[in-house]
C-alpha cells in the first residue's frame, strides 16, 4: 500500500521556536512526521536548540539541498531566509502539501505555490479538535503568547481570536 | 527627513555587503540597508499579516480536515 503524505508536513524555525517556547510542541503529533530543512535546522539548534531536543515528535532533518529556478525568484522576490528558502524547497521536491511558518513573506511564496500554510495560532487552535489538548489548555496558551514567546502579534487582535475561540468552544470568560 | 540609527550586522551579512560594493553593485552599505529594509517591509504588510492569521484561526478553528 503505498503510504500518503497527509500528514507528513515541512517547518519552519518560528513555530518550532514559538510551540516549544509554549511547552505545546506536543500538537504536532498529529502529523506522522515534521520535516526540517537544514537551514531551518541550524536556526533553531542556534535560538532555541530544545526544541529540537524532544523524543515523542518525529522530527526529521533533512539536508541542503539546491533549489530549482521557481524557488530562486520566490526567494528574491518575497526576500526570504536561507530556512524559509529551503522549507518551501522541501515541501515541492519531496510532495509535502503543507509548510508550518509564522512569517508572513514565506506564507505569500507558500500560496504562490498553492500549499497549505499553517502557524502557531493554527495549530494551537487545531490541537483541540485533533484531541491533543483541552479548549482550556489552548486558552491558557494563547494567553500566554505575549510574556511567553517571541511570536508577535497585536494584542487586541489576539484578544479577539481568544473571545473567538472562547465563543466557538462554549466557555464562559 | 533621515533617521540616524545603530545597529549590528553579523559579520558574515557585512562582507557579503561590502563585496557587493567593491564589485560595484551597490554604491554604499547605507543602499543595500534601505533596499533590504523597502523589501522586508513590502512583504511583511501589517494587512498581509492579519489576513493570514484570521485564515489560520478559521482553520484551527472551523476546518474539518
Given amino acids: ?173 | 527627513m533621515n533617521n540616524a540609527i545603530q545597529t549590528e550586522i553579523p559579520s558574515q551579512l557585512f562582507q557579503q555587503a561590502q563585496l557587493l560594493i567593491q564589485q560595484g553593485w551597490a554604491t554604499n552599505l547605507q543602499e543595500i540597508i534601505n533596499e533590504a529594509l523597502r523589501r522586508y517591509l513590502d512583504s511583511h504588510q501589517e494587512i498581509l499579516t492579519e489576513m493570514f492569521i484570521q485564515e489560520d484561526v478559521e482553520w484551527g478553528l472551523n476546518d474539518q480536515d
Fill in chain 1, 1 to 173: 500500500m503505498t503510504k500518503t503524505k497527509e500528514t507528513l508536513v515541512v517547518a519552519d524555525a518560528g513555530v518550532l521556536i514559538h510551540l516549544d517556547e509554549l511547552s505545546a510542541l506536543d500538537v504536532l503529533n498529529h502529523y506522522e512526521a515534521v520535516f526540517v530543512p537544514h537551514a531551518v535546522w541550524a536556526e533553531v539548534q542556534y535560538h532555541r536548540p530544545q526544541a529540537l531536543q524532544h523524543n515523542n515528535i518525529k522530527l526529521i532533518h533533512y539536508p541542503s539541498q539546491p533549489y530549482s529556478a521557481k524557488i530562486n525568484a520566490l526567494s528574491a522576490l518575497f526576500t526570504l531566509h536561507h530556512g524559509e528558502s529551503e522549507a518551501l524547497s522541501l515541501c515541492l521536491e519531496q510532495s509535502i502539501n503543507t509548510l508550518l511558518t509564522d512569517d508572513t513573506a514565506a506564507r505569500l511564496a507558500a500560496k504562490n505555490l498553492n500549499l497549505n500554510v499553517h502557524g502557531t495560532l493554527g495549530l494551537l487552535l487545531k490541537s483541540v479538535h485533533y484531541q491533543l489538548r483541552t479548549p482550556l489548555e489552548v486558552l491558557a496558551l494563547l494567553k500566554e503568547i505575549p510574556e511567553k514567546t517571541t511570536l508577535h502579534i497585536r494584542p487586541q487582535l489576539l484578544s479577539d481570536i481568544i473571545v473567538k475561540a472562547q465563543t466557538e468552544w462554549k466557555i464562559k470568560s
